[in-house]
């Protein structure tokens, strides 16, 4: 055994010890900011829109809604024969 092997052991448990700990305050990190988003999302205040299309919240992400969205699948609006 060489003498610079102990200190390589050494210098590896650092790294380690210091890769678990960047993974921990990544995962923490990640966990407040979702919190902040969420309460963010939560506590806003609805605001009254002049136009006749607005962005509303669904389960699914923001959606657009209103009276002069294009009806789905092209589908016509008028008179049929």
């Keep these: 055994m060489t003498p610079s092997q102990p ?3 050494h210098a590896a ?4 010890a210091a890769r ?3 993974a921990a305050l990544r995962a923490i990190h ?3 900011v979702l919190m902040w988003e ?3 999302q939560s506590s806003r205040a609805a605001v009254e829109r002049t136009g ?10 923001p959606r657009l809604t209103g009276s002069h969205l294009p009806v789905p699948g092209g589908a016509n ?4 024969p």
Excluded: I, M
């Excluded at 448990?13 to 380690?16: E, K, L, N, Q």
């Design 7 to 9: 200190n390589r052991r």
């Design 13 to 16: 448990a650092v790294w380690r």
């Design 20 to 22: 678990q700990a960047a």
């Design 30 to 32: 990640d966990e407040q």
């Design 38 to 40: 969420l309460f963010y």
């Design 52 to 61: 006749p299309l607005a962005w509303t919240s669904s389960l699914d992400g």
């Design 77 to 80: 609006t008028g008179n049929a």
